[in-house]
């Protein structure tokens, strides 16, 4: 009996002590007038129905409030008026999914997940770009499914290589082609010298 008890007590406080932790989402990317979702997740997930949930981007500056079971659209600002849903079923999961409608630039930095009761926060990012950057950045995408620069790149190496190979060798020839000629032209019986060392290479040759 004393055992149970002890055991209830240390599994209630080793619950009290687990911390409990906020897990953001990777940064999102959104583009200017579309919608975009924001998510944290505690973990171990607790249910969240009956909290106050608060997305803020900084002291007081509220994009979204959930409070006494409902939404409070009186706290958030202006500029995030009728373009924010919190998911609750989301909630009863430790979930806690915030999507945001008609994304304008002015979106466009940090946001914070604060449970207050919890002194819980977790921190996401938002990206937003304009349309603009958008296409380029799919143009950009598109074209790589082009070979890749660097095998291009490579390709073209190899071919400067060998035409290089093969000047360097033809120069070198005519250099020594040129230098022969002028010895020869020195030498007062160059021709018959001449006619030596091409019978000495001919003879050379069957070897
Ligand atoms: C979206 O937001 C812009 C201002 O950022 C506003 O001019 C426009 O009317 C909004 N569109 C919708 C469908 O709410
Ligand atoms: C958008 O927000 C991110 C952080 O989320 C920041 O690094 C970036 O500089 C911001 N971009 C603009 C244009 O303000
Ligand atoms: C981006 O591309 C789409 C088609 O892919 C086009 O309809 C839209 O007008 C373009 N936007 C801009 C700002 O160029
Ligand atoms: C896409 O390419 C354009 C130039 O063609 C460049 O200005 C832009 O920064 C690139 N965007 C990305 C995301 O790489």
Same mark, same amino acid.
């Given at each position: 009996?004393?055992? #149970?008890? *002890?055991?209830?007590?240390?599994?209630?406080? !080793?619950?009290?002590?687990?911390?409990?932790?906020?897990? /953001?989402?990777? /940064?999102?990317? $959104?583009?200017?007038?579309?919608?975009?979702?924001?998510?944290?997740?505690?973990?171990?997930?607790?249910?969240?129905?009956?909290?106050? =949930? %608060?997305?803020?981007?900084? /002291?007081?500056?509220?994009?979204?409030?959930?409070?006494?079971?409902?939404?409070? /659209?009186? &706290?958030?600002?202006?500029?995030?008026?009728?373009?924010?849903?919190?998911?609750?079923?989301?909630?009863?999961?430790? =979930?806690? @999914? !915030?999507?945001?409608?008609?994304?304008?630039?002015?979106?466009?930095?940090?946001?914070?997940?604060? !449970?207050?009761?919890?002194?819980?926060?977790?921190? @996401?990012?938002?990206?937003?770009?304009? #349309?603009?950057?958008?296409?380029?950045?799919? +143009?950009?995408? &598109?074209?790589? @499914?082009?070979?890749? $620069?660097?095998?291009?790149?490579?390709? &073209?190496?190899?071919?400067?290589?060998?035409?290089?190979?093969?000047?360097?060798?033809?120069?070198?020839?005519?250099?020594?082609?040129?230098? *022969?000629?002028?010895?020869?032209?020195?030498? +007062?019986?160059?021709?018959?010298?001449? %006619?030596?060392?091409?019978?000495?290479? *001919?003879?050379?040759?069957?070897?």
């Amino acid at each position: 009996m004393i055992g #149970k008890l *002890l055991m209830a007590q240390t599994m209630f406080m !080793l619950a009290a002590a687990l911390p409990l932790a906020c897990l /953001p989402s990777q /940064p999102v990317e $959104a583009v200017e007038g579309g919608s975009v979702t924001l998510q944290c997740r505690l973990d171990p997930p607790i249910d969240l129905s009956s909290k106050t =949930v %608060e997305w803020n981007r900084g /002291p007081n500056r509220y994009v979204h409030v959930y409070r006494s079971q409902r939404d409070d /659209p009186d &706290s958030q600002m202006l500029q995030y008026r009728d373009r924010t849903a919190l998911n609750h079923g989301d909630l009863t999961r430790g =979930v806690l @999914t !915030l999507t945001i409608s008609n994304v304008s630039l002015s979106d466009n930095g940090s946001y914070e997940v604060y !449970l207050p009761k919890l002194e819980v926060t977790c921190l @996401t990012h938002l990206t937003v770009v304009t #349309k603009d950057q958008e296409n380029q950045t799919k +143009r950009n995408d &598109s074209s790589t @499914t082009a070979p890749p $620069a660097g095998e291009r790149n490579d390709a &073209s190496n190899r071919e400067a290589g060998r035409a290089t190979i093969i000047l360097t060798v033809f120069l070198i020839l005519s250099v020594l082609v040129v230098l *022969l000629v002028l010895k020869s032209g020195k030498t +007062r019986d160059g021709w018959r010298r001449s %006619e030596e060392g091409r019978t000495e290479m *001919l003879g050379n040759e069957p070897k």
